[in-house]
């Protein structure tokens, strides 16, 4: 007979152990998100971030935004709950179900086509929704203070923060666009108040 200690650490195994091909797929899955998500917030201003961006900038791309980060959680979750109900709904209350989707259920064919189905909606959801992200976030940016970048030769450059990869700058002033490398010899950069 286990000891409570083993029976608790045979628990903890298990759990961990079935917790992992979940918590990568996740990851994957925020990482791509993240990626789309930072796409769109640099594409409203003309800039294609994959010229600059390197693997690194967009591995940490779901953690570098709250927002971008609670979408991931709050989006697989829903998505989660969602096809839970429908597989709970399908076998608790078969003939409503039924209904529900227009007897399609019985047909052989149904399960292969449910599960892209749920795919193809949650992919058109993520696009509808980083494409709002992106318009929401160049508002704030336009919105923001300016700062001031100061070079080693004094040279200055004012505008406001789109944000930054792991080598390059990206400043708003007025219409256009400033990429400025952080390798430039950058003194100091200076908030604008």
């Not at 399609?104 to 992200?133: E, H, M, Q």
């Not at 318009?135 to 300016?146: A, D, G, T, Y």
Request: glycine share 4%; charged share 20%; hydrophobic share 45%.
């Amino acid at each position: 007979m286990l000891t409570n200690t083993k029976y608790w650490e045979n628990t903890y195994k298990v759990i961990l152990k079935e917790l992992q091909p979940f918590l990568t797929l996740s990851y994957l899955i925020a990482i791509g998100i993240g990626m789309i998500f930072t796409y769109h917030k640099y594409s409203t201003f003309g800039i294609n971030i994959f010229e600059y961006a390197d693997v690194f900038d967009f591995l940490i791309a779901p953690f570098s935004d709250l927002k971008i980060l609670i979408y991931t959680v709050f989006s697989l979750t829903i998505t989660y709950l969602i096809l839970k109900f429908d597989l709970i709904a399908e076998r608790k209350y078969p003939t409503v179900y039924s209904k529900s989707v227009f007897g399609l259920n019985k047909k052989n064919w149904y399960n292969y086509v449910r599960y892209p189905s749920f795919g193809l909606i949650f992919l058109l959801y993520l696009s509808i929704s980083a494409d709002t992200y992106g318009k929401i976030s160049k508002k704030q940016i336009l919105e923001q203070h300016p700062i001031e970048v100061i070079f080693s030769d004094s040279q200055r450059q004012t505008g406001k923060v789109i944000g930054k990869t792991k080598e390059v700058l990206f400043l708003a002033e007025g219409n256009s666009v400033n990429a400025i490398p952080i390798a430039a010899f950058v003194k100091m950069i200076e908030v604008k108040r």
